[in-house]
């Protein structure tokens, strides 16, 4: 089963109830910018009124009868053999269940976390730690099925040990959800004591979270009040008003071809756009500065069209939010932005129903039998069923995809991804879907679907690379979309394109900025350094941080004083970014991966070890660690650290594949090849392996066999540049170069204009050649 670490943010229920900050003043920080929603009501009764209630306002709470939807009334719960209990006692809310270890203990239930459809249940440890339970309450009414407990990863029995358990880091609110379910929010981890001092200015998302420190804009308000100038005033006091600017003025202007209403200018509230995703996107935090109105990437790393959080044509799969799916969309780049859909302070839509799109769709085309071909009041009339396929996640919570996309049953048979069609249809096939759609609206030619380019990118299909160029290229498509093509250069590397890609990093969108970046990976060090040195000086902090990453083991006898200057002081707001999360291993690892490339040895260990102690499941650790020991030449340290990393993951390919290397180096050669036979029978998806096994036993006198495992492997991947290599070289020293031109000649076909591949399918043609020319046919 695949498992999905589940970032907390849940769409909530209106309950009526609500409580200010001085009634519970456990963790409140005080912050003079920040004056609390308190101070809001008396000018914005009516917006408060909408407020309470909302989504945003039961974000998060403290753990009262007013806010506690589930059954606390000594309830039990059974999940595969795991009994637990819920009660209540002198005012508080307990859960009697499985803890650290798998030992069974009371805990106190601190807050409550989200109200629609689910509610989750959050526990606070004496190290600061606030751990999300996996016993939620289903809020949906019974007759949908709800008023139950449920384990948020429905029949799967995540044991004790595991990183999703959910005492362990993957559930913890601190680093996983707080950010976004309470307003001014500073995590406060300590790495030397490894404790959290998390604080908030106010425990929900308040006025103050998507506005900004209110302080300003209540002077303001008291100045106009007072009769006095308040020209000194920029938008109120608010660094960010969340609506057109009052001299642009945005102008609906009809298109008659499409009958639809589209605002006049592309460019229009940007800011709000990226203010909501701080929350309402996949993304990593790089700093707790978070400032209203600037670039997001200042303080978020968004992921891209990922292919385990997105299908290859970009619709949503894994738990990603809205962000990076409505940024695919024709409405983003038609200037739509959230709240000409959803009421910002009630969080509610702001009509229901087919009425809503036809704010701007004109009704008389779209919502007619004739641009929908079903029944009025059926599910197909309605346009979010074949525009915004529904997923489920942490079993209960259906989440619509926001790229308003068409459906397209063809790429259901050529990517294997869904299609709307077929999600209601269950018992009919893509072609079918397909039939109906030529027949309603005809044979129309279709320009080759970005998400065709990202899966045969991601095969290594010949050709590929210069697809991804072309979209990369081409400023009308997302810059979502553009920065995937960017990230997916790596899979088929062409280092000619490098020059290309290094022209655009003036482009406007740090996105893209960003992922172009990284891109440039695929150079030596030094010849990155004339395209990534002014990045330092980027004015978005990820954009600049990722340059000063990739140049940080560049030697710096290749840079002026000042250059040097300038990249040391980036690196180390790069370390400061990731130190930020060093609660989190992955982290950990990064900081002992740039040690470790600038020679700080005694660092990347002590990072590496840090990670092990942190989440001893957390496999990469070992493998980096042992790493360190072989360049240090102490491999039996190493193999210590691998075998600990066994007991831990017994089944894990990455660790028998660095064990079976190991025991190469130390002449062990038949233990490495029960590891590194081991890591094709867990991992037969991963070609690396195969490949190395298949050396490995070709290097040890076994050919035969050799040549059996890569064919096998290039039958899943046909055009692996390394496997056709081993396989033509394997068969040349076999003395059979007819066999080996047939490989050599499928990489020149690849590879076109790789002189190293012409030069091998040159020799042997020539050894073909001259083995046809031999009597008996040998060499």
Request: charged share 25%; glycine share 6%; hydrophobic share 35%.
């Amino acid at each position: 089963m695949i498992r999905v670490v589940i970032v907390c943010i849940s769409l909530l229920i209106s309950l009526g109830c609500h409580k200010t900050k001085q009634e519970f003043p456990s963790r409140i920080t005080i912050n003079a910018q920040y004056v609390g929603r308190e101070r809001c009501k008396p000018c914005h009764e009516n917006i408060s009124a909408q407020y309470i209630g909302s989504d945003h306002d039961l974000a998060m709470d403290f753990a009262t009868d007013a806010t506690v939807l589930g059954d606390f009334n000594n309830a039990s719960f059974n999940h595969l053999g795991v009994r637990s209990k819920f009660y209540k006692r002198n005012g508080r809310y307990f859960v009697f269940t499985e803890g650290d270890g798998g030992v069974f203990q009371e805990f106190v239930i601190a807050y409550t976390f989200g109200a629609r459809p689910l509610q989750q249940y959050l526990v606070e440890f004496p190290d600061g730690r606030v751990q999300t339970l996996p016993l939620c309450w289903d809020a949906r009414p019974k007759e949908q099925g709800g008023q139950r407990w449920f384990h948020i990863y429905g029949n799967e029995r995540i044991l004790p040990d595991d990183m999703l358990y959910w005492t362990k880091i993957s559930q913890n609110w601190n680093y996983m959800c707080a950010e976004c379910h309470s307003t001014n929010l500073k995590k406060n981890y300590d790495a030397t004591t490894g404790r959290y001092n998390t604080t908030w200015s106010e425990i929900d998302v308040s006025c103050e979270a998507c506005h900004g420190p209110g302080s300003s804009h209540v002077d303001w308000a008291e100045s106009e009040a007072r009769g006095e100038d308040t020209q000194r005033y920029t938008d109120m006091g608010l660094l960010i008003r969340l609506k057109d600017d009052h001299d642009e003025a945005v102008t609906w202007v009809y298109d008659k071809k499409l009958a639809t209403y589209k605002p006049g200018t592309t460019q229009r509230r940007q800011k709000e756009i990226e203010m909501c995703a701080r929350c309402h996107s996949r993304r990593g935090v790089i700093s707790e500065e978070y400032v209203h109105g600037k670039p997001l990437l200042d303080t978020h790393y968004p992921h891209v069209l990922e292919e385990n959080l997105y299908y290859p044509d970009g619709q949503i799969r894994g738990e990603v939010y809205e962000y990076g799916s409505f940024l695919q969309s024709r409405m983003y780049r038609s200037g739509i932005v959230c709240t000409d859909c959803h009421d910002a302070h009630s969080t509610r839509r702001r009509k229901e129903g087919n009425e809503l799109c036809c704010s701007c769709h004109q009704a008389e085309k779209y919502d007619s039998r004739e641009h929908h071909f079903h029944k009025p009041n059926s599910a197909g009339s309605h346009c979010v069923e074949c525009h915004m396929p529904a997923r489920t996640y942490m079993v209960v919570d259906q989440r619509r995809d926001h790229s308003f996309r068409v459906p397209r049953p063809d790429l259901s048979k050529k990517l294997g991804v869904p299609n709307t069609c077929n999600d209601c249809h269950t018992d009919k096939s893509p072609e079918w879907s397909l039939g109906y759609l030529q027949k309603w609206y005809g044979q129309t030619k279709k320009e080759r679907h970005y998400g065709e380019i990202f899966w045969a990118a991601r095969r290594g299909i010949p050709g590929t690379d210069v697809e991804l160029i072309r979209l990369v290229e081409d400023k009308q498509l997302s810059p979502m979309v553009r920065a995937t093509a960017i990230s997916l250069l790596y899979t088929v590397p062409d280092k000619e394109s490098a020059p290309a890609l290094g022209k655009m990093l003036q482009d406007p969108d740090p996105l893209i900025r960003a992922a172009l970046v990284t891109s440039l990976d695929i150079l030596p060090r030094n010849d990155r350094l004339p395209f990534l040195l002014p990045v330092l000086q980027d004015p978005v902090r990820l954009v600049r941080t990722l340059a000063a990453r990739s140049l940080a083991a560049v030697s710096s006898d290749f840079l002026t004083k000042a250059a040097l200057w300038q990249r040391e002081a980036v690196v180390r707001e790069y370390e400061e970014t990731q130190v930020l999360n060093a609660d989190y291993p992955a982290t950990l690892i990064n900081l002992g991966n740039l040690y470790l490339e600038r020679g700080d040895f005694d660092r990347a260990i002590a990072s590496y070890k840090k990670a092990i102690e942190i989440e001893p499941a957390f496999i990469p650790a070992y493998i980096n660690l042992a790493d360190v020991y072989r360049l240090r030449n102490l491999d039996e340290e190493g193999r210590i650290i691998l075998h600990n990393a066994l007991e831990v993951a017994p089944e894990s390919a990455p660790v028998h594949h660095a064990l079976g290397l190991l025991m190469i180096r130390a002449g062990e050669y038949k233990g490495a090849l029960h590891h590194l036979r081991k890591t094709t029978m867990l991992a037969p998806e991963n070609v690396q392996y195969s490949y190395v096994y298949g050396i490995a036993l070709n290097s040890l006198g076994m050919s035969e066999q050799a040549v059996s495992v890569l064919r096998r492997t290039l039958n899943r991947s046909p055009y692996d540049r390394d496997l056709l290599v081993s396989l033509a070289t394997i068969h040349r020293d076999r003395g059979e170069p007819e066999k080996a031109l047939q490989y050599a000649v499928r990489l020149t076909k690849n590879c076109p204009g790789n002189s190293s591949y012409q030069q091998l399918e040159q020799q042997l043609r020539a050894l073909a050649a001259h083995q046809r020319d031999k009597p008996d046919g040998r060499n």
